[in-house]
């Protein structure tokens, strides 16, 4: 009888330890379940606040004040987040290279030229303002005072340099080829009836060779604006009623389509960021490039 008792009991624990650890493994399940489950949602909501965030690389003012504005009026769920760059060359590799969504720094001939030497896929997307571009002296007062052999400051880059030499084609100081737009250099000048020499500077440098006293300095009002000159100051200014040259929105051939891109274009044509336009417009700095309401 005792044995039997014995026997019971034994059977007894065996279940409930067989029981206990068949909870257990639920429990277990269960939190992993549970885990696993937070985990995807945490993943998600990374990947959809990486989705809404548009990177935007640009180069300095009155650009980057563009786009801290566009950031302001960009509407819900999309941010801006706005990486300055130091030179005309990073703005284009990051966009390239998937670092950043879109970039404004550029016109659109310039963003061609980076295509055609990266073998690149960047896009034109919203031509935003157009710099009002000029020849400027430390000598001269006006066209007619311009000498012979006067030494004649340039853009190294080869879409501005062509800008700088169409500019003075327009006011018919030199004469180019007919053949040539966009691409014409030096070497397309056929007429150069004031012997000019011309001299290649870095756009970014192009102000202190007017302050080293070069007889002409291409410029943009952005970068002479920082010794107190406006476009009020050049000796002549750029005809170019196309819009060319403007300062453009650009993104990638991958992303151009995306509604967050849209929601980008949408934002730099707002009406805060025209309003600041109109206002730079009044001061001789630029010139809107789309409508209020587009």
């Keep these: 009888?005792?044995?039997?008792?014995?026997?019971?009991?034994?059977?007894?624990?065996?279940?409930?330890?067989?029981?206990?650890?068949?909870?257990?493994?639920?429990?277990?399940?269960?939190?992993?379940?549970?885990?696993?489950?937070?985990?995807?949602?945490?993943?998600?909501?990374?990947?959809?606040?990486?989705?809404?965030?548009?990177?935007?690389?640009?180069?300095?003012?009155?650009?980057?004040?563009?786009?801290?504005?566009?950031?302001?009026?960009?509407?819900?769920?999309?941010?801006?987040?706005?990486?300055?760059?130091?030179?005309?060359?990073?703005?284009?590799?990051?966009?390239?290279?998937?670092?950043?969504?879109?970039?404004?720094?550029?016109?659109?001939?310039?963003?061609?030229?980076f295509n055609a030497e990266r073998d690149g896929n960047l896009v034109a997307i919203q031509p935003i303002y157009n710099a009002i571009v000029g020849f400027y002296s430390p000598v001269y007062d006006s066209i007619e005072d311009i000498e012979d052999g006067a030494e004649v400051a340039i853009p190294s880059d080869a879409t501005n340099e062509a800008r700088a030499l169409m500019i003075l084609e327009q006011h018919g100081l030199i004469t180019l080829a007919d053949d040539v737009t966009y691409d014409a250099t030096v070497d397309d000048i056929e007429e150069n009836p004031h012997d000019f020499t011309f001299t290649h500077v870095d756009l970014l440098n192009l102000t202190s060779s007017y302050e080293d006293g070069i007889e002409l300095v291409f410029n943009y009002p952005t970068y002479i604006d920082?010794?107190?000159?406006?476009?009020?100051?050049?000796?002549?200014?750029?005809?170019?009623?196309?819009?060319?040259?403007?300062?453009?929105?650009?993104?990638?051939?991958?992303?151009?389509?995306?509604?967050?891109?849209?929601?980008?274009?949408?934002?730099?044509t707002s009406d805060e960021v025209y309003e600041f336009l109109s206002e730079l417009e009044e001061e001789g700095h630029l010139e809107p490039a789309f409508e209020q309401g587009e």
């Design 1 to 113: 009888m005792f044995k039997r008792n014995l026997l019971f009991v034994l059977l007894g624990v065996i279940v409930f330890l067989m029981t206990a650890c068949g909870n257990g493994e639920e429990e277990n399940t269960e939190e992993t379940s549970e885990s696993a489950e937070t985990e995807e949602n945490s993943t998600e909501e990374a990947v959809d606040e990486e989705d809404t965030e548009l990177v935007v690389a640009s180069q300095t003012i009155p650009m980057t004040d563009v786009v801290e504005l566009a950031a302001e009026a960009i509407e819900e769920p999309y941010t801006v987040e706005m990486v300055e760059v130091a030179d005309n060359i990073q703005y284009n590799e990051a966009l390239l290279n998937e670092e950043v969504d879109a970039n404004f720094a550029q016109h659109e001939p310039f963003m061609e030229m």
């Design 226 to 268: 920082s010794i107190g000159l406006t476009s009020e100051d050049a000796v002549f200014l750029e005809e170019d009623e196309d819009n060319t040259f403007a300062i453009t929105l650009v993104a990638r051939e991958d992303n151009q389509d995306s509604e967050a891109i849209q929601a980008l274009q949408e934002a730099f």
